[in-house]
């Protein structure tokens, strides 16, 4: 791990000694790179040089033991170090974790509705009503792509970008399926029914990050459907794109503009290629040991809404909540971080095996 830390703290100060350099800062794409890399590094390199130091002081206080004046107070910095130094490590372990490249994108988000009929579009009307409650608290801006509305309110399915520091870091972890056991609004008995939908959260691509060929695409316009006016019934702005390979197909009708639409429907598309050749790489490189946290199977249900109980268990953690309405009203954020915790440990521990 040591000799890791110093070729990080080598490349640190290269870069901090080039981004200084008028012929590399006359290169502003260059730049640029150099100094995302430099920021991706110093967190380490700072936490290194503060584990240096108090390794250094330890060395130092050792040495002032055979001082009889100054013995007691070289005992007392030794203990001080000897405590620091292995909270220091394990800090720098964590630290040391390969950060997920697409941690800082945007995101694009779609719920499905599932099992459930018209009880699973109003809970897929939930959950987007939480993520816009969440989002609103985290300050990032979320913009619907595309639709599907039911006539009682529910939503059959919604695409929704988020943009925002940090979006993809804590959206990946809603990515799976998620089932709500409740008396559904539609039941006149007052049964408990168990529905679910399915949260897909992809990373947003830029075209150098996914290649498609535009051969490739076929391009197909029709009426937007649902709230518009005189604007749905009468133009054919809303754009359906289908990559022929793949037989992906994306959907935008929200703007006024074909070519607005279109633009956010490829944006959708290259996303989901992206997410597909992730997996897959993710799968040749972790063929033995796959991280279901962050990463989990979209078939495999990630968390139940217990109405009745008021509770909400998050089941990749064995976590639970009983703060039903708060946490619908977008306060999630102590159960991403329970979540990145785990994942965090999880990755520690791969790490070390």
Known sequence: MFDNLEEIEKKYDELTSKISDPEVISNQNEWRKMMKERS????????????????NNLEEAKEMLNDKELKDLAEEDILKCKEKLPILEEELKKLLIPKDPDDDKNVICEIRAGAGGEEAALFAGTLFR???????????????????????GGIKEISFMVKGDGAYSRLKFE???????????TEASGRIHTSTASVAVLPEVEDVDVEINPADIRMEVFRASGAGGQHVNKTSSAVRLIHIPTGMVAECQTERSQ?????????????????????????AIESERRNQIGNADRSEKIRTYNYPQGRITDHRIGLSVYQMESFLNGNIDGM??????????????ASEE
Do not use: F
């Open 175 to 185: 990515s799976g399926v998620h089932r709500v056991q409740r008396v559904p609004e």
């Open 259 to 283: 070519m607005q639409n279109r633009e956010y429907a490829m944006k959708l598309l290259r996303s989901r290629i992206y997410e597909i050749e992730k997996a897959k790489r993710d799968n």
């Open 336 to 349: 991403i971080d329970n979540l990145i915790a785990a994942n965090t440990a999880e990755k520690l521990q």
């Open 130 to 152: 939480m993520y816009s409650m969440y989002c609103d608290l985290k300050h990032w801006k979320l913009e619907v792509l595309n639709e599907n509305a039911t006539e009682l």
């Open 40 to 55: 991706n590094i110093e967190p380490i390199v700072e936490k290194y040089r503060e584990y240096k130091l108090v390794q």
